[in-house]
T-cell receptor
Framework: DGGITQSPKYLFRKEGQNVTLSCEQNLNHDAMYWYRQDPGQGLRLIYYSQIVNDFQKGDIAEGYSVSREKKESFPLTVTSAQKNPTAFYLC???????????FGQGTRLTVV | QKEVEQNSGPLSVPEGAIASLNCTYSDRGSQSFFWYRQYSGKSPELIMFIYSNGDKEDGRFTAQLNKASQYVSLLIRDSQPSDSATYLCAVNLQDTGGFKTIFGAGTRLFVKA
């Protein structure tokens, strides 16, 4: 089945540690996105990528890093520089730059 | 000014009524407009997209776009309790790196049985 897979579904991290969230898609989509959602809030764009080996900062990129070495994969690293990392993280992809986005199931990150 | 604004609600309507959800956006260069539904704890799912001025209907859902007023709306006819969710308005904006999709904060809808 085609789709977007995020793993893990739940993730716990100690303060001061980096953690990487996985996002894989087999939809042959060019564009991929990472969003953060806090309780009762909308989605805020962290990073996005339109093609392999290229990505752009979104509105809240500080404390995060990404890579796009393969079309299918767009991992997000939450670094220790991110002050409030506890949130629901959503990965999405789309066929081209100006079409609808399809979402993975999300990763809920908790800092303990 | 936020790029995409929605009334956070909650909006409460009785079963069978029409629910009207509204959204305004600030960038006149926006080209594509989307409505997503998100149930609590789940990821958003696309309901409607609209690119041109006017109305677009799909079953019980109608999206309306007015680019001159920078306004997008979603009407849900014959509302059902299963429609209770948060509805997110999204807009594609052109940026230096290409297009990016920006979301509003969402409107919570409650449909009372």
């Amino acid at each position: 089945d085609g789709g977007i897979t995020q793993s893990p579904k739940y993730l716990f991290r100690k303060e001061g540690q980096n953690v990487t969230l996985s996002c894989e898609q087999n939809l042959n989509h060019d564009a991929m996105y990472w969003y953060r959602q806090d309780p009762g809030q909308g989605l805020r764009l962290i990073y996005y990528s339109q093609i392999v080996n290229d990505f752009q900062k979104g509105d809240i990129a500080e404390g995060y890093s990404v890579s796009r070495e393969k079309k299918e994969s767009f991992p997000l690293t939450v670094t220790s520089a991110q002050k409030n990392p506890t949130a629901f993280y959503l990965c999405a992809s789309s066929t081209s730059e100006n079409t609808e986005a399809f979402f993975g199931q999300g990763t809920r990150l908790t800092v303990v | 000014q936020k790029e995409v604004e929605q009334n956070s609600g909650p909006l409460s309507v009785p079963e069978g009524a029409i629910a009207s959800l509204n959204c305004t956006y600030s960038d006149r260069g926006s080209q594509s407009f989307f409505w997503y539904r998100q149930y609590s704890g789940k990821s958003p799912e696309l309901i409607m997209f609209i690119y041109s001025n006017g109305d677009k209907e799909d079953g019980r859902f109608t999206a309306q776009l007015n680019k001159a007023s920078q306004y997008v709306s979603l009407l849900i006819r014959d509302s059902q309790p299963s429609d209770s969710a948060t509805y997110l308005c999204a807009v594609n904006l052109q940026d230096t790196g290409g297009f990016k999709t920006i979301f509003g904060a969402g409107t919570r809808l409650f449909v009372k049985a």
